[in-house]
């Protein structure tokens, strides 16, 4: 004889909420609520939708420290790898502006070797001067 556990799914809805989402408009709900907004709120942390950063699983030299010049917004990075058929890998990685301020921003991508090069010409035009290395 075998035993087979019974799944019961449910949906539990705090006493506000935001209709349309990130629309500003919150609306009380006309049911009784099952838990309070903050039992709501501290589950969510625990199931990672609000509040709890994800991990990250790349790490890149360039990510945070820059924004872009013609908008101003961020600069991200993506990894890209090209597999060919004959076995070679090729892998390339990637700085471009987000365009979350203007999404018409016409600013390219630069590979990370060129970036490197760049912001190193930057830093060896920079002179301090003698006053200062006391």
Not at 66 to 86: F, L, S, V
Request: proline share 6%; with cysteine.
């Amino acid at each position: 004889m075998s035993t087979y556990g019974v799944i019961i799914s449910f949906q539990i809805y705090p006493e506000t909420f935001e209709y349309p989402l990130d629309s500003g408009n919150w609306h009380k709900a006309i049911h009784k609520p099952m838990i309070t907004d903050e039992q709501f709120d501290f589950l969510q942390i625990i199931l990672g939708k609000k509040g709890k950063p994800k991990p990250k699983t790349h790490l890149f030299a360039f990510t945070g420290l820059m924004r872009c010049g013609e908008c101003g917004a961020m600069i991200t990075c993506e990894e890209k790898i090209k597999r060919q058929k004959n076995g070679n890998v090729h892998h390339y990685i990637y700085y471009h502006c987000t365009k979350r301020i203007n999404p018409n921003c016409t600013q390219g991508s630069i590979e990370e070797g060129d970036l490197k090069t760049e912001i190193l010409d930057t830093l060896g035009k920079i002179k301090i001067p003698p006053e200062l290395h006391d």
